[in-house]
């Protein structure tokens, strides 16, 4: 059993599909071993640098930057960064020598781990997507444990390392995706139950912090016909670049104030428990949380994301009855009403998505994570998790 206070050194970034989940799992590590020291690794320009200093943890930032789908200078930059952030890793993991470290994704995971590699120190990762990206798939030959959000991912990484966990959602949307009898629980209060029978319908449309054109666009042309269907209210994020456009074609549209534009929503958990169908990007961690709330979802998958993996992601709710999948290409003002009033006219079929989605949802995922990490470095809170095999 390993004695003495325990360090665990969390690393990824760039985004908050990847931030958040680290998150996640360090919050379960400081119930599950209290007396654990935990930090993250992080670069200056992720969002990390902001995220995980505002929820408390120790960040430490050093050099990297991405490669994939960039031309030479930037794949120069990569070499030099991958470099310069190896050793800065070095530095810091001979003066702190961590018990384990577990990579989240994102460009800055790969010379956080190689340095960890080098130092025969124990390393695990944790794959959001569907298909794994491009760090994680390097990076996961030198793991022990490849904790997955798609079981689907295994074949990516080497055998007898995954674990099919789901991705780990963040406390508040877990305490928000509760459920009791007749109530839903957001947070620390509860509302009553939606009246299936009744025509109010709240719809949340968002693109991820920095939101999407294609949606903020195809809300600005639909939002006159939206104005005029009874008991619709309607919540949209457009992300700070397109805000004030998109709330100034809103407003003319239309005025009677049904639908509310913001840049930015900071309690997302709230919203999308208020919400009786969303409207969103498939990335792993939105699905995630969609799922831990037993959300109805359109999906709109971001066409340029790497290997196309948010198609993938968005097809295989699909497939599970949990989502209705609408291309990029295809997403325009007429298509989105469509495809909304559809669902929202059909209550029966928006329960039937829910439970679906709540099906796939895996609001223990965090604390499993946690507590397998604990194991493999023989804590007595760990619990180890069985592996996937391959048939």
Request: net charge positive; glycine share 10%; no cysteine.
């Given at each position: 059993m390993k004695s003495g206070r325990l360090r665990i050194l969390l690393t990824g970034g760039g985004t908050g599909g990847h931030v958040y989940p680290g998150l996640a799992v360090a919050e379960q590590l400081r119930k599950l071993a209290p007396e654990s020291?935990?930090?993250f690794i992080g670069t200056r320009r992720g969002l990390e640098a902001t995220l995980v200093p505002r929820a408390g943890w120790p960040f430490t930032a050093v050099a990297a930057s991405g490669f994939r789908g960039l031309g030479l200078v930037a794949r120069l930059r990569f070499l030099v960064n991958f470099a310069l952030g190896g050793l800065e890793s070095l530095g810091l993991l001979l003066r702190w020598r961590p018990d384990v470290v577990l990579g989240t994704g994102g460009y800055v995971s790969a010379p956080v781990i190689a340095a960890a590699r080098l130092l025969c120190i124990t390393c695990a990762v944790q794959e959001q997507n569907a298909i794994p990206g491009?760090?994680?798939?390097?990076?996961?030959r030198w793991a022990r444990r490849a904790y997955l959000g798609f079981a689907g991912a295994a074949k990516w990484f080497p055998a007898g390392v995954c674990v099919a966990t789901g991705n780990p959602v963040r406390g508040a949307m877990a305490t928000a995706g509760q459920v009791t009898t007749g109530q839903a629980t957001t947070g620390t209060s509860t509302?009553?139950?939606?009246?299936?029978?009744?025509?109010?319908?709240?719809?949340?449309?968002?693109?991820g912090s920095g939101g999407a054109s294609t949606l903020n666009r195809a809300v600005a042309e639909a939002a006159k016909g939206w104005d005029a269907r009874p008991g619709l209210t309607m919540l949209v994020q457009t992300g700070p670049r397109d805000h004030a456009a998109t709330a100034a074609a809103v407003a003319a549209a239309a005025p009677s104030g049904t639908l509310t534009v913001v840049p930015y929503i900071d309690d997302m958990a709230t919203e999308l428990a208020r919400a009786d169908l969303v409207v969103c990007r498939a990335g792993a961690m939105t699905l995630a949380e969609l799922h831990c709330l037993g959300k109805p979802a359109v999906l709109v998958p971001f066409p340029h994301a790497t290997d196309d993996h948010q198609v993938r992601n968005a097809r295989d709710c699909e497939q599970a009855g949990a989502a209705v999948v609408l291309l990029d290409a295809e997403c325009d003002g007429p298509r989105l009403s469509a495809v909304v009033e559809s669902l929202l006219g059909d209550p029966a079929r928006l329960e039937a998505l829910g439970h679906a989605a709540r099906g796939l949802g895996r609001?223990?995922?965090?604390t499993v994570i946690a507590s397998d990490l604990l194991a493999l470095v023989g804590h007595p809170a760990g619990r180890a998790q069985p592996v996937l095999t391959r048939g």
């Open positions: 020291d935990i930090r491009s760090v994680n798939r390097l990076v996961g509302r009553p139950a939606r009246d299936p029978g009744s025509p109010a319908r709240h719809v949340l449309v968002f693109g609001p223990q995922a965090a």
